[in-house]
Each structure stands twice: as structure tokens, then as C-alpha cells.
T-cell receptor
Framework: EPEVTQTPSHQVTQMGQEVILRCVPI?????FYWYRQILGQKVEFLVS????????KSEIFDDQFSVERPDGSNFTLKIRSTKLEDSAMYFC????????????FGSGTRLTVV | SQQGEEDPQALSIQEGENATMNCSYK?????LQWYRQNSGRGLVHLIL?????REKHSGRLRVTLDTSKKSSSLLITASRAADTASYFC???????????FGQGTRLTINP
């Protein structure tokens, strides 16, 4: 069964450093998403991406965040200057029909900011 | 807010018993989805129920949806120790391009 692949599975970074989280969505999917889950809390929407542009973003997704689809297969989330409160599990997801057929989530990247 | 709210927050039952988790939401939806998450791991899609459906089955899972009450339930029959996980409902609202997750129910199956 097709999977959404995320790398790395765990990243530790110093506060103030830039990080890039990588995702390979399912190849024929058209809609891409990032979500995050702070430890012990619920999953929160960050951003959706379609046709090479952001289609919706949450208030969490401020200027320190950016997304990119640099080629035909990767979808990245960049955090420019990490803060301690950015420590969370970050999930990438993709869908074919804008969620009407469901979403496929990756296994996540655990980001720890120290 | 479209947030889904789930109850109970935690549920502990004996292996073999049935587990029922409930979810409520606030806005009109296209569909509602249930996900499972083992501790510290990824989200596994369990089942999707569309707004025009009332009940759906998948193996030992049974999901109901009542759009008039804006609520859904997930029933796991004949529970197993491997069912121990957190279960989240997530709503896909009309006009939105995102899922909104509930707080989740932490299910523990005791052998």
C-alpha cells in the first residue's frame, strides 16, 4: 500500500537553528499538509498546499514557517529559527481529492529543540 | 470552532470487552475520520464515514454518524491488548482544506 514517507524520524536542534523536515507524499496525490502534535496534546493543522501554493494555513503557521515542493516528489517544512515551543511531532499528509477520500499520514518527525 | 470533542478521555477495559468512544463536533462536515495512534508513533487511518452515511463497518470496527446531533461513535468489538492506543476523531468540514482533530481517547486493554 502506498505510504507517505517522512525523514528524519527524530531531529534534535539547538534553539535558533533552522530545520527542514522532509516528506515524500503519495505519488498521485495532489494535496499536501503539515500537522503537528505537541507531546500529550491533540494534532493541530499547520498548512495545506495545492498546485504549488499554500491554500490554507493556521495561526500557528507564522513567518518562521515555510513550505516548499522543490521537485515532483518532495514536500518540505522549514522552521527558520526554532524555539523551545516548536518541539513536537510533525506529521505530513497527502490526499488525492482534498480529503474527500481521506488522508494518508506519514509516521512523523519528532523535533526536539534544546 | 469546529473542534471535535471526545469522550471519555481515557477508557480501560478487559480484553474481550467492547470499547465505545464518542466524538462531537460543531460545524457541517464532508466526512468524519477515526485515527489510531500508538504511543509516540504515527497516525493510522482507521475508517472514514461520509456525511450522508449513518453507519460503517470495518472488521471489528463500527462507526456511526448522527449529523443532526453532530456526533459520532467508534465501537471496537472483542477488544485485544494490541488495540491499546489513543483514538482520535477528525472532521473534514465543508469548504475547509484541513482536518480538525479531537483531543482523543486513550484506550487501555487489560489482558
Amino acid at each position: 500500500e502506498p505510504e507517505v514517507t517522512q525523514t528524519p524520524s527524530h531531529q534534535v536542534t539547538q534553539m535558533g537553528q533552522e530545520v527542514i523536515l522532509r516528506c515524500v507524499p503519495i505519488s498521485n496525490h495532489l494535496y499536501f499538509y503539515w500537522y503537528r502534535q505537541i507531546l500529550g496534546q491533540k494534532v493541530e493543522f499547520l498548512v495545506s498546499f495545492y498546485n504549488n501554493e499554500i491554500s490554507e494555513k493556521s495561526e500557528i503557521f507564522d513567518d518562521q514557517f515555510s513550505v516548499e515542493r522543490p521537485d515532483g516528489s518532495n514536500f518540505t517544512l522549514k522552521i527558520r529559527s526554532t524555539k523551545l515551543e516548536d518541539s513536537a511531532m510533525y506529521f505530513c499528509a497527502s490526499s488525492l481529492l482534498q480529503g474527500r477520500d481521506g488522508y494518508t499520514f506519514g509516521s512523523g518527525t519528532r523535533l526536539t529543540v534544546v | 470552532s469546529q473542534q471535535g470533542e471526545e469522550d471519555p478521555q481515557a477508557l480501560s477495559i478487559q480484553e474481550g470487552e467492547n470499547a465505545t468512544m464518542n466524538c462531537s463536533y460543531k460545524t457541517s462536515i464532508n466526512n468524519l475520520q477515526w485515527y489510531r495512534q500508538n504511543s509516540g508513533r504515527g497516525l493510522v487511518h482507521l475508517i472514514l464515514i461520509r456525511s450522508n452515511e449513518r453507519e460503517k463497518h470495518s472488521g471489528r470496527l463500527r462507526v456511526t454518524l448522527d449529523t443532526s446531533k453532530k456526533s459520532s461513535s467508534l465501537l471496537i468489538t472483542a477488544s485485544r491488548a494490541a488495540d491499546t492506543a489513543s483514538y482520535f476523531c477528525a472532521t473534514d468540514a465543508e469548504g475547509a482544506q484541513k482536518l480538525v482533530f479531537g483531543q482523543g481517547t486513550r484506550l487501555t486493554i487489560n489482558p
